[in-house]
């Protein structure tokens, strides 16, 4: 039960990426990944915006300060030591993993397209970056994820 009295709220901690928490969320509604800072600040991302987070390496989003070159070869090799500990997401549009990963001190949070094979590893101030970004950032629109 959830602090409000709703029972149907399951959250698993995935870790810590930096000084961010991630969680996995699931309500009534579908599954989320939770991102929460020490500040308070919060967003809940759907499985179709994770699987857009894949692809951000090569199709940057507006908005949003990821635009590092690294990203498949290092994701690839960290998917493979991570899948069996990684949590899916999943709703009508999309299906993804993720897992909170650590490699030489650092922490990440890999995001794995399971339909596409995709896979980025998203540095500590990437994820605090997407705190700030806003769900229509994430939305398919000319320059941004989609198409």
């Not at 090799?77 to 490699?103: G, I």
């Not at 339909?115 to 398919?140: F, I, K, S, T, Y």
Request: proline letters at 5%; glycine letters at 12%.
């Amino acid at each position: 039960m959830d602090p409000y009295g709703r029972p149907w709220r399951v959250e698993r901690s995935l870790g810590q990426v930096g000084g961010v928490e991630v969680s996995c969320y699931e309500t009534a509604t579908g599954a989320r990944l939770r991102l929460r800072d020490p500040q308070g600040r919060e967003v809940f991302l759907d499985p179709l915006e994770l699987e857009g987070l894949t692809r951000v390496r090569h199709k940057p989003v507006p908005g949003l300060g990821i635009a590092s070159a690294n990203g498949r070869e290092d994701g690839q090799e960290a998917w493979h030591l991570r899948a069996e500990s990684a949590q899916r997401l999943q709703n009508e549009f999309a299906l993804v993993s993720v897992a909170v990963v650590q490699e030489k001190g650092r922490s990440g949070l890999l995001v794995r397209d399971m339909n596409g094979g995709l896979v980025v590893v998203l540095a500590p101030e990437e994820v605090e970056e997407l705190l700030r970004v806003r769900h229509m950032d994430l939305a398919r629109a000319p320059g941004g994820l989609g198409g």
